[in-house]
């Protein structure tokens, strides 16, 4: 089956889906995005990664040319369409295609571009990795100072990931004036003596969805929660650490920097969250 791909407005075949050369998002990585996993053909999150959007677009002063109905409706039929249990859909909203290329953005009323996809991950709830947990390196954070608007600019991120795998590990904690800023995507905790660690939200980090509600379920569930920032060495004496994100949920990390983090094995802390993310996630899921 070929998968079906929304492009302004239109489901198209994807070898049939298609954007301008001159589209900013493509010259110039002004674009912004969200990703949202489906579970059992249903949305996690969804209003979540909305505000989120909205928020992005407002930072970069970009229109948003659809409303949340019309991106709900889409966000269904590429799932319907699709066949979609488990997976993920990403959403991208260009600054469009002005015609040329130019460092002055386009004029007013040029429509910005929106295209969406599906990413079928049968299974996505019950990675392996969940029972055994992540081995990270640390790098260096060199990306921009704006971290909080979901841009496309990914090529740091990616490169971190790469230098992830060619060391034999999971993924990359960055870290800026010595305290771990997040993953490479995705948001980074420690855990010590039952306290939840976090970096407290500004411009350094994305505002994680699953962050969010990962941290309103252990406040819930009357665990001890403290948003500050950790270091490296902090991290690899801590009793537990995990990440967070759309499509990893909440994933132990086991090893840090080839320092095994508490027992070197996955702890009840990050298993618990992971349970109770899962659970109530499902549960407001639409
Ligand atoms: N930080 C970064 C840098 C990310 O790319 C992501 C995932 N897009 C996250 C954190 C996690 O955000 P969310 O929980 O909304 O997926």
């Known amino acids: ?15 049939q889906a298609m954007v301008s050369v001159f589209d900013r998002g493509f010259l110039m990585a002004d674009a912004v995005y969200e990703v949202v996993s489906v579970l059992d053909g249903k949305l996690l999150d969804f209003a ?3 505000a989120r959007l909205t928020r992005s677009l407002d930072a970069l002063s970009m229109d948003d040319p659809l409303t949340e109905d019309e991106y709900l409706e889409a966000h269904r039929q590429l799932v319907q ?6 997976g993920l859909i990403y959403l991208q909203v260009s600054r469009g295609n002005p015609g040329d290329r130019d460092f002055v953005y386009p ?15 049968p299974g996505l709830a019950d990675a392996p990795a969940a029972k055994t947990g992540w081995q990270i390196i640390s790098i260096e954070d060199l990306r921009w100072g704006r971290r909080d608007i979901k841009t496309v600019q990914l090529l740091y991120p990616s490169m971190a990931k790469m230098e992830a ?3 034999g590990a999971d ?3 960055l870290v800026e004036d010595g305290k771990v800023t997040e993953g490479t995507s995705n948001n980074a905790y420690i855990v010590k003596d039952g306290r939840i660690i976090t970096r407290e939200l500004s411009h350094d980090i994305l505002h994680g969805i699953t962050r969010a509600a990962v941290l309103r379920f252990a406040r819930e569930a009357q665990m001890q929660v403290e948003e500050r920032s950790f270091t490296l060495a902090e991290a690899q004496a801590a009793d537990e650490a995990f990440v967070t994100s759309a499509s990893s949920f909440v994933m132990p990390v086991v090893g840090i920097d080839g320092t095994p ?3 070197g094995a996955v702890g009840p802390v990050a298993t618990r969250l992971r349970e109770i993310y899962l659970e109530e996630s499902r549960k407001t899921a639409i």
């Open 81 to 86: 369409r699709n066949g979609i249990t488990d």
């Open 261 to 263: 983090v508490g027992s």
């Open 107 to 121: 004029p007013k009323g040029t429509r910005p571009t929106v295209v969406m996809f599906t990413q079928a991950k």
């Open 165 to 167: 795998k060619a060391r």
């Open 48 to 50: 979540g990664h909305m």
């Open 1 to 15: 089956m070929t998968r079906t791909v929304y492009v302004n407005g239109e489901y198209l075949p994807e070898d």
């Open 171 to 173: 993924d990359a904690w």
